[in-house]
C-alpha cells in the first residue's frame, strides 16, 4: 500500500473514532438533560388532591362538560398523577407544500403540575432522523431540536410565546388525561351551547383558553381557538387553532380518544399539520388521603 493510502486510512479511522466520540459524549448530554426535564416535571406535579372524583360534583358544569365526564371517568376514581403514552403518526412543518415526516414518541405527563415532556424521533430520510423535545414544566414552555438525537440545532425556552403556547397545547391534549380538566385541577368551564363550552386554565400568570366540542355521546370531539401563539416564517404570531379526536377506548378505567389531528387556520382554511394515534398508554394515580411520595 502507497504511504498516502495508509495515512488516508489512519486518518479516516482517527476521524471515525472522533466522530463517534462527539456523538457519544451529545447521547450522553442529552439523556442527563432528558432525566432532569423529567425529573423536574415530576417534581412540579407533588401536590396532594384528596379525592375520589364523585360525579355528584358535577351538577355545577355546563351539560356537555358533566356529560364528558361521566362518559370519559368513573365514579368515585383518584386523579391522575403521571401518565406516559407512546404515540406514532406523521407531521410537518409547513402548509399543503410540506412534506409529511414520521415520527414517534414518548410523551410524558404530570396533570397536577401541569406541565409535559413530548419526545419525538422524527425520519427525514433513511438513516438520518430530528430529535424533537417540547415541554411545559413550572410554568415555562420549551422546545429542543437536535440531529441523531445528540447534534442540536434549535433551543428555545421562556417568554409569553412559548410560555402560552405550551399551555394551550397542554390543555388541549387533557382529554388524553382528563382529570386535568376537571375544576379541582383549575380549569373554569363557561358554557357556549348544548355542543360547545369554553376551558380557561391559567398557571404561572400566564391565562388560555379553548373551546371544547363534544357529541351526544360524551365524546371530546375537537377543540379550537382564535389565537394561539406560534412561530410561522420564523417569528411568532398568533393564528386560529384546531384539533379533532375520534376512535375513544378505555385504558384503565378511562375512556380516551386514540387517534387525533391538529392544524392551523391560513387564509380562512384549516391545514393539519399533526396527525396521530396513541399505541400505549400508563397512568398512574394519586391514592386519596395519603402524603405524594415516590
Known sequence: MAWWLKWMAGGLAFAGVGAALVLWAGWTRRSRDDAAFLEGLIEAGRRHHTGPIRFEDFEALPAPVARYFRFALHDGQPFIRQVRYHQTGQLRTGGEASRWL?????????????????????????????????????????????????????????????????????LAEAVWYPTALLPASGVNWTAIDDGRALATLTDSG???????????????????????????????????????FRDYQERDGIVIPMEGDVGWYTRDRWEPVWKGRIREVSFEFIVPDTPIER
Open 206 to 244: 400566564v391565562t388560555v383558553s379553548l373551546e371544547f366540542r363534544f357529541n351526544d355521546r360524551g365524546e371530546a370531539t375537537g377543540i379550537y381557538t382564535p389565537a394561539r401563539w406560534g412561530r410561522f416564517d420564523g417569528r411568532f404570531e398568533q393564528a386560529p387553532w384546531e384539533g379533532h
Open 102 to 170: 414520521r415520527f414517534e414518541a414518548a410523551h410524558d405527563v404530570a396533570p397536577l403540575s401541569p406541565g409535559f415532556m413530548w419526545d419525538a424521533k422524527v425520519d427525514i430520510m433513511p438513516l438520518l432522523h430530528l430529535r424533537v423535545r417540547d415541554g411545559y414544566v413550572s410554568g415555562q414552555g420549551s422546545g429542543q431540536m437536535s440531529v441523531l438525537s445528540v447534534l442540536t440545532i434549535a433551543r428555545e425556552a421562556g417568554g409569553i410565546e412559548m410560555n402560552s403556547g405550551a399551555l394551550h397545547r397542554y
